[in-house]
């Protein structure tokens, strides 16, 4: 029976696909290695036996690897003492082809201990990781590629918020400058016609007209005369005229008789324009609502 479970046992080890590997303490050399040294390495196990086991790991994990080792095997006496069991722990470090190429290994090590305690052999159980370290590479990589698009999106939206706050500003800049050049023009070059056309011996009718006409070139570049004609709600011409002489304190009859209209078509549009601000049989004083909107 027991013949049977070493050949099994032989078989797994032959076969398996990580390295098995057997290290006589005291002497300080190999004792075994199973088939996959060669497929790793490069070495059949037959020349992997004359090698020590610092000619397969590279010079710059050594370090850690000696100190990895020196630590299982303190674990491993103190374990055998006191009867506790060994639990797995993994080294990983990049390990030397006979080519001189690299690879990256993953090493469990465990330790058999003599009767007075003392380790007398380690096994160590070696495993290629290098697809895997491959894969890890590659996804910090993306990563950091995926980062680096992120914040350079965020500095382009950054810009672009930038961008469009100082056109937004040129914007209302040049509204400001167009209704200060627009309030020159007026005055410099069509309010002087006006008043040669008030002074030109008018009827009472057309001098009321002309007053209209100025009164409305006036506010036309107001914000009460904008804000009263944008939106979904925009007065129309009349009631935006209407609005203009309410502001000024001018009576129903005195706008229905400038405008030539009845006074009951002027208190309509009067409650439409109450309408407009939400205060329609409500006592809130229109002229003044009007005036808080210059």
Not at 148 to 176: C, H, I, P, Y
Request: with cysteine.
């Amino acid at each position: 029976m027991r013949n049977v479970q070493e050949e099994v046992f032989q078989m797994i080890i032959e076969n398996m696909e990580d390295i098995a590997h057997v290290w006589l303490i005291k002497e300080s050399r190999f004792l075994y290695f199973n088939p996959s040294i060669e497929r790793v390495h490069g070495y059949t196990p037959q020349e992997a036996l004359k090698l020590h086991w610092n000619e397969l790991i590279a010079p710059e994990f050594m370090a850690d690897h000696l100190k990895y080792i020196g630590a299982r095997y303190i674990q491993a006496a103190q374990n055998n003492v006191l009867k506790k069991p060994l639990l797995p722990e993994y080294n990983e470090y990049q390990g030397l082809r006979k080519d001189g190429s690299r690879l990256w290994l993953e090493e469990n090590i465990f330790y058999l201990c003599g009767e007075n305690g003392k380790p007398t052999h380690s096994i160590g159980i070696t495993r290629d990781i290098s697809a895997r370290k491959q894969a890890e590479t590659q996804f910090k990589s993306e990563h950091a590629h995926m980062q680096d698009m992120v914040r350079m999106q965020a500095s382009q939206l950054n810009e672009l918020g930038t961008t469009v706050k100082v056109l937004l500003e040129q914007q209302e800049s040049f509204k400001k400058s167009y209704r200060k050049d627009l309030g020159s023009f007026i005055a410099g070059m069509v309010m002087p016609f006006v008043e040669k056309l008030k002074q030109s011996g008018l009827n009472e009718h057309q001098l009321s007209i002309i007053e209209r006409i100025e009164f409305s070139l006036n506010d036309a570049v107001t914000p009460m005369a904008r804000k009263l004609t944008s939106g979904v709600s925009a007065l129309s011409p009349t009631a935006l005229q209407v609005a203009m002489f309410i502001k000024e304190g001018k009576s129903t009859k005195e706008i229905a008789a400038i405008m030539n209209l009845s006074p009951k078509t002027i208190e309509f549009h009067r409650e439409k324009i109450r309408e407009k601000f939400g205060i329609k049989n409500k006592k809130a004083n229109l002229r003044s609502l009007l005036k808080a909107m210059e």
